[in-house]
């Protein structure tokens, strides 16, 4: 039926949980939460919102309070922009994380500005100057993951 997905689900973790509780799933599995995924995204922009997550559990039969939706999200927005990706809402890496890994270089834990110029080969070193000024809080002359987060989010917002 067409509320299977949500029927068996006690919370909205093991929704999209694996058969051992973890974050896979198979591949049957994830084109049927995809499906659900994307009935959510009302507006098509490939995540949802907290606003959309709630109203299709609520309207597909899961009764779901606001404080619920936001505890879910806030567990599996890996990217700190306020919403879900497919792969964040299966707790799976982000592009956003993916990107953050390539350009650290050394693999500790912080972008530096050559390391950052190495893969964004199109920015000019006044570019990549201002933009550290603005998004690293630290004041190290690295962004952490969530200083980039950070940016790459405002750049979106633009």
């Keep these: 039926t067409s509320t299977r997905v ?6 909205m973790d093991s929704l999209v949980a694996g058969e051992g509780g973890g974050p896979t799933v ?4 994830r084109r ?3 499906r659900y995924f994307d009935r959510a995204d009302k507006n098509k922009d490939g995540r ?23 505890d879910f999200f806030l567990s599996r927005d ?10 964040e809402f299966l707790g799976e890496e982000s592009a956003i994380e993916k990107l953050f890994k390539n350009m650290d270089k050394n693999k500790d834990g912080k972008v530096s500005k050559q390391e950052f110029m190495s893969i964004c080969t199109n920015l000019t070193k006044h570019q ?24 790459i989010n405002s750049r979106e917002g633009q």
């Design 26 to 29: 198979d591949a049957r599995r």
């Design 48 to 70: 949802i919102s907290q606003d959309e997550w709630y109203k299709v559990l609520n309207a597909s039969g899961v009764p779901t309070s606001r404080q619920e939706v936001e």
């Design 128 to 151: 990549v100057e201002a933009a550290f000024s603005k998004f690293d809080i630290s004041g190290d002359n690295k962004l952490d993951y969530k200083e980039f987060c950070d940016m």
């Design 6 to 11: 949500f029927s068996e689900a006690t919370s």
């Design 78 to 87: 890996r990217d700190f922009d306020g919403h879900l990706s497919f792969e």
């Design 32 to 34: 049927e939460i995809r």
